[in-house]
């Protein structure tokens, strides 16, 4: 069965703090692994689609990486509008039904 | 482009009773999906149709959850009848196709059933 885990739950970083966001996924044959943005009291907004291992996407703060077994999402010199729950989500070969992650939490303070 | 449409936004109801929600998605998207977000978890696909067909309902309550889409276009979720364990967000989606295309989200309808 797909399976996506993100870690940490929340993160709280000081304004200009780098870190990472984490996403482990289980799926057979990734057809892609989807990045999106929530705001509180929003739906989810589409960041990127990454396809195979290897591949990397930025947009402004954000660089999103892939490998076989999880993602990353680096995010570098955060913004206190950076602030949001990010959600990861996967479509497997075998069907075409995308599972979303719980998502992690961040908070940056200014 | 004009996004994802839903509504209402805010729905408060007793346990037992009915609710609609509608949704019209982005012009041109064949696929459209629900999804239910409790507080504090990522969303969960409750129905998947691609144009009037239902592509995946596996995890839709089917002794008290109902969805259509209408001419391939809008569409409707029910609940009947609501628990409090119904109460959530509930989110429509689409996208071009199926498969690789991203979802473009609606604001969702928050639930709260008493």
């Known amino acids: 069965e797909d399976q996506v885990t993100q870690s940490p739950e929340a993160l709280r970083l000081q304004e200009g703090e780098s870190s990472s966001l984490n996403c482990s996924y289980t799926?057979?044959?990734?057809?892609?692994l989807f990045w999106y943005r929530q705001d509180p009291g929003k739906g989810p907004e589409f960041l990127f689609t990454?396809?195979?291992a290897g591949e990397e996407k930025e947009k402004e703060r954000l660089k999103a990486t892939l490998t076989k077994k999880e993602s990353f999402l680096h995010i570098t010199a955060p913004k206190p509008e950076d602030s949001a729950t990010y959600l990861c989500?996967?479509?497997?070969?075998?069907?075409?039904?995308?599972?979303f992650g719980s998502g992690t939490r961040l908070s940056i303070r200014p | 482009e004009a996004g994802v449409a839903q509504s209402p936004r805010y729905k408060i109801i007793e346990k037992r009773q009915s609710v609609a929600f509608w949704c019209n998605p982005i012009s041109g998207h064949a696929t459209l999906y629900w999804y239910q977000q409790i507080l504090g978890q990522g969303p969960k696909l409750l129905i998947q149709f691609q144009n009037n067909g239902v592509v995946d309902d596996s995890q839709l309550p089917k002794d008290r959850f109902s969805a259509e889409r209408l001419k391939g276009v809008d569409s409707t979720l029910k609940i009947q009848p609501a628990k409090l364990e119904d109460s959530a967000v509930y989110l429509c989606?689409?996208?071009?196709?199926?498969?690789?295309?991203?979802?473009?989200f609606g604001n969702g309808t928050r639930l709260t059933v008493t």
């Open positions: 989606a689409s996208s071009l196709e199926s498969r690789n295309s991203p979802l473009h």
């Open positions: 799926v057979s044959g990734l057809r892609g």
């Open positions: 989500a996967v479509q497997g070969s075998s069907a075409s039904k995308i599972i």
């Open positions: 990454l396809y195979s």
